[in-house]
């Protein structure tokens, strides 16, 4: 968070598409005890990387988020469809022998 400008960013990431609903939830349950106390944070900037790569749910969460009082915006960053996963690159690293 930055108090000095009342702005809470919240970060989350999307491993799969049905993170989306989830997360929405979760940002709403995380809401209310943050906004409740507005001489610190006034606005919420909604953060999400989508590791998944499932556009497909990109409009539908950001305008289900910006419709919340309190949430100024909400910015998917997807994953490129080039870039292995993150349990892709666990795979790929080879391992030493002890």
Not at 61 to 90: K, M
């Amino acid at each position: 968070g930055i108090p000095s400008l009342g702005l809470l960013i919240e970060a989350k990431v999307a491993r799969s598409a049905a993170d989306f609903k989830a997360i929405e939830k979760q940002v709403l349950e995380d809401l209310v005890p943050y906004l409740k106390s507005p001489e610190r944070y006034r606005e919420v900037l909604v953060l999400i990387y989508d590791d998944s790569c499932s556009v497909q749910n990109h409009d539908t969460t950001v305008r289900a988020l910006r419709s919340v009082a309190g949430i100024t915006d909400v910015v998917i960053v997807c994953r490129p469809s080039q870039l292995p996963t993150a349990g892709q690159q666990d795979a790929t690293i080879p391992t030493k022998n002890p």
